[in-house]
């Protein structure tokens, strides 16, 4: 197993339920974002349910908010809308062994949410993982599991094959924000691949199963 580093000024990732209006950030990226990380670094669509695992933990510095002018579809007026944004971004892939020539020559950008998010690649290491009761966090992970958290329906990948894309798969997951506090690593410890560098348990998903 390889973890990837990457690291970002910004990155945003839309809330489903916010269409219009004040746009939210979610405090982690979904799984479609790790996708077009992924599609983005080989060159190529990737598809999350042909990878054998994948996991990520992202954390930031903070949360700022911009104020942005938009364009209503099909009319020339304009309007202010207030967007989240994460600052300070990092965001840890730990992937099979194959993935290390990709990151180490990305073939596209990389990117953190939208087209200004862009995140370089810091670092490329093996990682050593062993098991043990460790808080969770910065991922989204399968309800079933039994962590309390925000509940969101969230697209796992889209069909690059159709214009404009679709979605492929979408499930529920609990949204875990990297935890903070001591009560939130109580809340969010379960037994997990331990990453001691960052003291953070990883959720290794396994989409091909």
Known sequence: MIRVKLKA?????????????????????????????????????????????????????????????????????????????HYGAELYLYLPDEWEEHFRRPHYQLLLGRSSDVATVEEIKRAELEEKEAPLGGTVVPINLGLPGMIHSLVVEYDYFNIPRRAKLVRPFVVLPFPRTRAER???TRKAPYDPELDIGVYIHRWSE
């Open 186 to 188: 109580r809340r969010q």
């Open 9 to 85: 000024w910004t990155a945003s990732f839309r809330f489903p339920t916010f269409q219009s209006g004040y746009q939210p950030t979610l405090p982690v990226p979904p799984p479609s974002t790790i996708q077009g990380v992924l599609s983005a670094a080989k060159g190529e669509p990737v598809y999350l349910t042909e990878i054998p695992y994948v996991g990520y933990v992202f954390r930031s510095t903070g949360i700022g908010l911009d104020l942005e002018k938009i364009y209503a579809l099909g009319k020339v007026e304009t309007d202010i809308m207030k967007r989240e944004f």
